[in-house]
């Protein structure tokens, strides 16, 4: 919101990303390791974005690598992490011991309320739970409601509209029509409720082409597109890559020994790489071609997660 | 036969699943995603399964992979809920059962997967609780479980911080807060199984063969009831165990373990009782 | 809600409607002349039921008929009749008018408001609107609430959680899933809040041939499915059927006359004909084959509704 | 050239459009139907077209059918919005304009179509509001019209029942219900179109060139404020009756009209201000 009627949204991923200005709060689509705007971390961090704060639901390395650089200000997430497989987010685990990032954790039930408030122009949203949780400690914003009904006391929280919602989708058109794959996780709500999408697609096709596989996010809540191949590495965006597990070790190990390792990562990954194209070299064609072998056998699929 | 002490934990996480259940588990956890596998082709095949962050109703996947939210675990599944769908279900009372999880869990079962030490300045910042500080509240019943029991930092008298509620907060009770949903049912750790009295305090009531009571109440930060009919857990099923290894093949469930419980394996032969 | 875990919900169209009992709270699936849910209520009709109290959003002949024929006590849509085609519901004019039925006219949106918190566990939702029209004096069970962030005053709604949903489906199978066409209307709202779906499929096919089409309404959310080919006739329910116009025009003069016009119609079609096999005879398979040419040409469609 | 009343009515309802607008019209409208495609096919080719009924985004239906939601008002549009999703956009601003109608309708724009006569003991029952009661308070603004003017029965000074609120009822103004959409700004009749003067009253600004102001003072129950600068309605362009005829072929806009009025033609060559 508001519509957003332009015909032709496409962009260079670093003038997409330029759209987000410092300070910006910003949604971060998919969730744990799949489907996450990448590119557009990647280009944020080249452009040495500050001041962030970032919403949304469980996150991975999008948030982590953002906080490794210093990007973010205030993270709003319910989970940040690398499961039980990599285990804790590394760079934000420190900054948050540290207080260099004020930790807000919020609870996806409750940012889908506040999203909600926010899609239907209303002031505040009722909830449920949240009581008895210590969560609420770390939200001062939220406020109570007494039912006119049942006389019920319940926790009310504020409408949540972000500035700007990075998504990535596997194809979209020039429009701005993209078509994601489930889970959407809070794409759908991120792109009503935002006040501008930016998007990243592996691929852009013609219109009719997003329409016969679905529109997902139609092009009237999309401020921007920009093309980019494995746009989500090292996550993964079905059907076209598995997400890359010995590349998140990789980044774990890295994040964890912080310092020269961490710095080494980001030169060679994300500031030393000064291109997507750059950035799909040193990842290796052949690598990002093999996670997209995951649908030739159920063999070959467990191969690229042993 | 023989299994291994996380197959075993697995079964016994399965055996909280009661037919015709909706149950859910949250992200980041292979054994509780195992055993909802092994229940449903078991002893519950009328329950409905919701992958953790798929959102896929029943699916049969190929493998449980590392990653929660993977296409593998949509596999075979004939619907998958939207996110909002989902919480609205389980916000609204249709969920019966989450599997929770916790770097602390308390005797009232509330959890702390936020912070240890204070949340201003951690001492350690953990992940965070996902959708649980809502769902906890309105879902039937929660299986807790942990797999760092003996490490003596699992189970504590008071959480630092309270991510999820369990049966009672400083705030009071489940009823007192209006919450609809029963809570806390069952706490399955590598030493045992707890489940909770009248008061909502945990209260063990199995041991796995290898471990004595002194064991829990050494490695338990608060005072442990002990169910006057304390019992083994009954041992894995020959049907359990099949199901469990071939859902789970790359043995992710595995990765919740220290290397020295992976190390406890178990022989059992047909005694009355046993279930395979 | 609650989910029904059943394997089979095949029931014939006679168990099925007998799920609705006397003065039941009633969602009726669809809207204006598209996929409504009349094999179900001419069935109800023949079964004589009385007293339901119906709510939705734009319909007509579904609820003009259960109102001619003495079943409806309650009326709570946000419109009812044929457009300017064919002008006003002439049965539910007749009651509405003489007092017989009590008119609780609403809101499509305030509709959606109250089936979200029915949905969402509520106990009561905001709304924008509805101030400052006489709509409000029509509900008595509204109330108000403050908005603890800005102050501002908002009409509050009561959740609405229908006793039984009423839908119609082109495709679905016997665990219950449904596969829609666009739009939906309110049917996935109805799914959802309401204690019970009874459906009607045009067709019933495997689980797999569902999923294929698209999974619309879950099985776990529906209690019973009855296959009733054209179960939607005289509406539409594409890409089957197009809407017969002439059968409604002829419903909407017998309805206007009143009296034996109105009679001769419900005995002919409904009462008369005590399945919907000799309804279908009644109506002519000539010319139900005839509503599915719509899809041959432009010429042809709009032959149908000259 | 030659046209008849009822399409320069539906060319005068387009050119309330502004290019850029989102629009949307209720059912039971093909007046406003056939309009919307007119100005989305001439002077406002960026608009976002919402058909009403079905929610499809900037269709190019092969023809306008009877019925409001019909697979044919889809056709060619590259998308479908769900009905909440449409009534969300609406009710949070952004939608521009709703085309609207009413068996009665006011000084102030307050609409009726619930009933004639006291609601609980209707003269007449009309069809109902559909939406409009939450829309009319936060879509941008409101074009109002009606093809019953002369009957003297469709503009009075207060409706029998308000729908959907105009500028004013007696609950007070827009702004003092705290209502974001700015309300009617255009009401187009088959004698003329009105404005709304700064009190939020109807202003007369245009009139069809076969009527007169006291045609329009004997068919109105209000009193009729004439602007200064009132005009005849600019007529029709070429483009816009060639895209008006091939819109609507089967000419369902004309069923809004009265026989009388269906035989109204008027011819015009080319003179200044002529938009052919």
């Given at each position: 919101m508001p519509f957003q009627l332009g015909a032709d949204k496409l962009l260079g991923l670093d003038r997409a990303a330029a759209l987000v200005p410092d300070g910006a709060l910003v949604a971060l689509g998919g969730g744990l390791s799949a489907r996450l705007p990448m590119a557009l971390v990647r280009e944020l961090v080249r452009q040495r974005r500050r001041g962030l704060h970032v919403v949304g639901s469980a996150h991975g390395i999008d948030v982590d690598l953002l906080v490794a650089a210093g990007a973010i200000a205030v993270c709003e997430e319910s989970y940040v992490g690398f499961e039980q497989d990599l285990g804790l987010a590394p760079a934000y685990r420190r900054a948050a011991e540290a207080g260099s990032v004020e930790v807000r954790e919020s609870c996806c039930a409750t940012v889908l309320a506040q999203l909600r408030a926010a899609e239907c122009g209303l002031p505040f949203m009722p909830v449920r739970g949240v009581k008895g949780s210590d969560i609420r400690s770390l939200h001062p914003e939220y406020g109570e409601v007494t039912c006119p009904f049942t006389g019920e006391t319940l926790v009310a929280v504020p409408p949540l509209c972000p500035d700007v919602a990075l998504l990535h989708a596997p194809l979209g058109d020039r429009r701005g029509n993209l078509h994601l794959e489930q889970p959407y996780v809070l794409d759908e709500r991120f792109a009503a409720a935002s006040r501008a999408v930016v998007a990243t697609v592996d691929e852009l096709v013609s219109t009719d082409a997003v329409v016969a596989a679905g529109v997902t996010v139609p092009a009237h809540l999309v401020a921007a597109v920009a093309e980019v191949p494995y746009g989500a590495h090292p996550t993964s965006c079905y059907p076209r890559y598995a997400y890359d597990r010995p590349h998140l070790a990789e980044y774990v190990r890295a994040a964890t020994a912080g310092g020269a390792d961490l710095a080494g990562y980001l030169d060679r990954y994300v500031t030393g790489a000064p291109t997507e194209e750059a950035y799909r070299k040193v990842v290796g064609e052949d690598r990002l071609a093999a996670l997209?072998?995951?649908?030739?056998?159920t063999a070959a699929w467990q191969e690229l997660f042993a | 036969m023989n299994f291994s002490l996380d197959e075993w934990f697995v079964v016994a996480l399965a055996r909280t699943i009661r037919d015709r259940e909706v149950v859910f588990h949250g992200f980041g956890s292979p054994c509780a995603q195992v055993a909802m596998h092994v229940a449903r082709h078991t002893h519950a095949r009328d329950m409905l399964l919701v992958e953790g962050a798929t959102y896929a109703v029943n699916p049969d996947p190929p493998f449980v992979p590392p990653t929660g939210n993977d296409l593998a675990l949509q596999q075979g599944a004939p619907y998958r809920m939207r996110f909002e769908e989902f919480f609205d279900a389980a916000v609204r009372g249709d969920v019966d059962r989450m599997f929770l999880s916790g770097g602390q869990i308390d005797a009232y079962g509330n959890t702390n997967v936020?912070?240890?030490?204070?949340?201003?300045?951690?001492k350690v910042k953990l992940g965070g609780g996902g959708g649980g500080c809502n769902l906890a509240a309105t879902i039937g019943h929660l299986t807790l479980w942990t797999?760092?029991?003996?490490?003596?930092?699992?189970?504590?008298?008071?959480?630092?911080?309270?991510t999820d509620m369990g049966h009672r907060t400083p705030e009071g009770s489940r009823a007192e807060l209006g919450f609809t949903g029963g809570g806390p049912e069952w706490l399955v750790t590598e030493l045992g199984v707890f489940d909770y009295d009248a008061g909502g305090r945990a209260r063990l009531?199995?041991?796995?063969?290898?471990?004595g009571v002194e064991d829990v109440r050494a490695a338990t930060g608060f005072e442990v009831g002990v169910a006057p009919d304390l019992r083994p857990v009954p041992p894995p099923g020959t049907a359990e165990l099949a199901v469990l290894r071939a859902a789970d093949p790359l043995g992710?469930?595995?990765?919740?373990?220290s290397a020295r419980d992976l190390e406890r394996t178990f022989t059992h032969g047909h005694r009355p009782g046993c279930g395979c």
């Open positions: 997209g072998r995951w649908s030739e056998s | 936020t912070a240890i030490g204070p949340v201003s300045a951690p797999t760092r029991h003996r490490s003596g930092r699992a189970l504590v008298e008071r959480c630092d911080f309270v009531r199995q041991l796995f063969p290898d471990v992710v469930r595995r990765s919740e373990f």
